[in-house]
């Protein structure tokens, strides 16, 4: 071969090396949009230059891009380059741009929609509300439940929309209208129409025999309400298996339950069964407690004559935890304890916040490190952890990488899949922590299914002094949805995500905050510190570039590393 044979064969190649010939839409590509704000996510060679609509926009080492057009009303043609040296490669995207129809009265003669509060199948008893909304046409006559009518509302309170008819009605001793389908009823004067509403509603009497249900399983939990999430309702607290409670409604899948004369909640119906009748509705004397040191706790034992509901929570400036028991009245005669072991409790007190909810009162010598709660017999039982050693050398530490097998969280523009992401940080975390003397345990070591309750029945076994789950993040627009973030549930270990998040902060990232009260399953154990590090966000070719690059990682994890020492120092 000729030596400018070489050199022509080289020449070629640089030619076909500079032209653009990657280029992908990822995310944008839509024939129909409705807000003018339109973001695009797209891949090409990684020394391309990316232009959208005649602006440029940064390309990542990755290949990964986001761009942002303005789009006018109805159709836009939407130019998108890539270009290397003199060649490129070029996208037109074809969009139509148009407002959400807003609602409008209904026009037909007809029942064009009907709500009904809550939106699901319910078990009702004398006194219990139930809302209903009806879109219809206006100015008729709206009626429900053998011709209770429905009020139409005036448009000043329907964002100016007609034939919105609205009624509340409480449910009677001895109700009866619930026995056969119930229907919504529209007339006019010259004829009328009917619709069935669309769930189930079914009477309990308040005089029959009490419907009792007792806890069954190692994670049952109560709910404040209906109100759902992503992450599911939020939780009054976790209980423990074997309490009965009066239940006195349904609602799809959720009992509601009396806890005492002013307070209710509701828990989901795989977490009990129905017991037999002639069960007695929970109630109990407070008798004498105990408190004593043990190995790891400081062990305090309460005298109750059954086994009631619960709710625990944090106080801070002093630190307490707090129990109360729904269903208790006062009857203790002594509070016995022993100071020359106890490590963590500093004090004891109590208060009958209502007739029938006691509230223990557990001041501590240090800030919170975690606490249990367990019947033994009729004894109520809250093992207080003692504060380990502040160094993390000797520290036993659980690192959780979220999501797992055929959970593989959310997807960046690149491809890259988020449980993929968070294992091999939390692979990272463990190196380096071992090599500072930690005894790190990790909820899954391989891309495995491994539920949030089989975690946390792990996390219980093996009792760690604090728990790092690691995520990433994912959402809101390309340019708004990215930086770093730190969640916790309970106040008292508050201390742990703000540390964490001040040194994640140090490698100039997005603040997205330090965000509590979080509806986070491994948030939700009271036993030992625990913190959420949603690392970056996937979604954001910014922070997809960074989360796979490895210098970056290393660099991440060395600051939650130094994050946790900063807290072990402040816990001095």
């Keep these: 071969m000729t030596k400018r044979y070489l050199i022509a064969l080289c020449l070629i190649l640089l030619i076909n090396n500079l032209s653009a010939q990657n280029l992908k839409i990822v995310t944008g590509a839509v024939d129909t949009a409705f807000n003018a704000n339109h973001y695009f996510k797209g891949i090409t060679d990684n020394d391309a230059k990316i232009f959208v609509a005649d602006k440029e926009f940064p390309v990542y080492w990755t290949g990964a891009f986001a761009a942002e057009a303005k789009l006018k009303e109805g159709d836009n043609e939407i130019k998108i380059i890539a270009q290397r040296g003199a060649e490129q490669t070029e996208q037109i995207v074809n969009i139509f741009y148009k407002q959400r129809s807003s609602i409008t009265a209904t026009e037909n003669f007809e029942i064009e929609n009907i709500e009904i509060f809550p939106s699901m199948n319910m078990t009702v008893m004398a006194g219990d509300v139930i809302k209903i909304r009806v879109k219809a046409t206006p100015n008729c006559n709206v009626t429900w439940l053998n011709n209770i009518k429905l009020h139409?509302?005036?448009?000043?309170?329907?964002?100016?929309?007609?034939?919105?008819?609205?009624?509340?009605?409480?449910?009677?001793?001895?109700?009866?209208?619930?026995?056969?389908?119930?229907?919504?009823?529209?007339?006019?004067?010259?004829?009328?129409?009917?619709?069935?509403?669309?769930?189930?509603?079914?009477?309990?009497?308040?005089?029959?025999?009490?419907?009792?249900?007792?806890?069954?399983?190692?994670?049952?939990?109560?709910?404040?309400?209906?109100?759902?999430?992503?992450?599911?309702?939020?939780?009054?607290?976790?209980?423990?298996?074997?309490?009965?409670?009066?239940?006195?409604?349904?609602?799809?899948?959720?009992?509601?339950?009396?806890?005492?004369?002013?307070?209710?909640?509701?828990?989901?119906?795989?977490?009990?069964?129905?017991?037999?009748?002639?069960?007695?509705?929970?109630?109990?004397?407070?008798?004498?407690?105990?408190?004593?040191?043990?190995?790891?706790?400081?062990?305090?034992?309460?005298?109750?004559?059954?086994?009631?509901?619960?709710?625990?929570?944090?106080?801070?400036?002093?630190?307490?935890?707090?129990?109360?028991?729904?269903?208790?009245?006062?009857?203790?005669?002594?509070?016995?304890?022993?100071?020359?072991?106890?490590?963590?409790?500093?004090?004891?007190?109590?208060?009958?916040?209502?007739?029938?909810?006691?509230?223990?009162?557990?001041?501590?010598?240090?800030?919170?490190?975690?606490?249990?709660?367990?019947?033994?017999?009729?004894?109520?039982?809250?093992?207080?952890?003692?504060?380990?050693?502040?160094?993390?050398?000797?520290?036993?530490?659980?690192?959780?990488?979220?999501?797992?097998?055929?959970?593989?969280?959310?997807?960046?523009?690149?491809?890259?899949?988020?449980?993929?992401?968070?294992?091999?940080?939390?692979?990272?975390?463990?190196?380096?922590?071992?090599?500072?003397?930690?005894?790190?345990?990790?909820?899954?070591?391989?891309?495995?299914?491994?539920?949030?309750?089989?975690?946390?029945?792990?996390?219980?076994?093996?009792?760690?002094?604090?728990?790092?789950?690691?995520?990433?993040?994912?959402?809101?627009?390309?340019?708004?949805?990215?930086?770093?973030?730190t969640y916790y549930r309970h106040t008292g270990f508050r201390p742990l995500s703000t540390s964490i998040l001040k040194r994640l902060l140090d490698l100039g990232v997005s603040n997205f905050g330090n965000v509590g009260s979080f509806n986070f399953a491994l948030n939700s154990p009271t036993e030992y510190p625990n913190v959420l590090v949603e690392t970056l966000f996937i979604s954001s070719p910014e922070d997809e570039a960074k989360l796979l690059d490895e210098n970056f990682q290393n660099k991440m994890v060395e600051k939650i590393i130094e994050g946790l020492q900063d807290f072990l120092n402040e816990q001095k």
């Design 152 to 485: 139409e509302l005036p448009v000043s309170e329907t964002d100016g929309i007609a034939g919105i008819y609205q009624s509340s009605y409480t449910v009677k001793d001895n109700e009866n209208k619930f026995q056969k389908p119930v229907y919504i009823k529209l007339s006019n004067g010259k004829k009328s129409i009917k619709k069935e509403i669309n769930v189930k509603i079914i009477f309990m009497d308040k005089d029959a025999e009490p419907l009792m249900l007792r806890t069954k399983g190692a994670l049952p939990y109560l709910n404040y309400g209906l109100g759902t999430d992503r992450l599911g309702g939020s939780k009054i607290s976790h209980i423990v298996e074997g309490i009965v409670l009066h239940a006195v409604g349904k609602a799809g899948n959720l009992y509601k339950v009396r806890l005492s004369k002013n307070y209710q909640a509701w828990i989901p119906e795989d977490c009990v069964d129905i017991v037999s009748s002639g069960v007695f509705k929970p109630q109990s004397l407070v008798g004498s407690w105990t408190a004593r040191g043990a190995d790891k706790h400081d062990v305090l034992s309460v005298s109750l004559n059954d086994k009631l509901p619960f709710r625990t929570f944090h106080q801070i400036n002093p630190s307490r935890i707090v129990i109360d028991i729904f269903g208790a009245t006062a009857n203790t005669a002594w509070i016995t304890q022993y100071p020359e072991t106890l490590k963590q409790i500093k004090n004891l007190a109590y208060e009958q916040i209502e007739d029938d909810i006691f509230r223990i009162i557990i001041e501590l010598s240090h800030n919170h490190w975690g606490h249990s709660i367990e019947y033994r017999g009729n004894n109520l039982v809250i093992n207080v952890k003692h504060q380990p050693k502040l160094e993390l050398n000797g520290l036993h530490i659980a690192v959780d990488a979220g999501h797992g097998g055929s959970n593989i969280g959310a997807r960046g523009t690149t491809g890259s899949i988020e449980k993929n992401i968070n294992l091999k940080f939390a692979k990272i975390l463990q190196a380096k922590l071992e090599e500072k003397g930690v005894n790190v345990s990790l909820t899954r070591n391989e891309d495995e299914d491994v539920s949030m309750s089989e975690r946390i029945l792990l996390l219980r076994k093996i009792n760690p002094d604090l728990l790092v789950s690691i995520h990433c993040n994912a959402g809101g627009t390309p340019f708004t949805g990215k930086g770093t973030s």
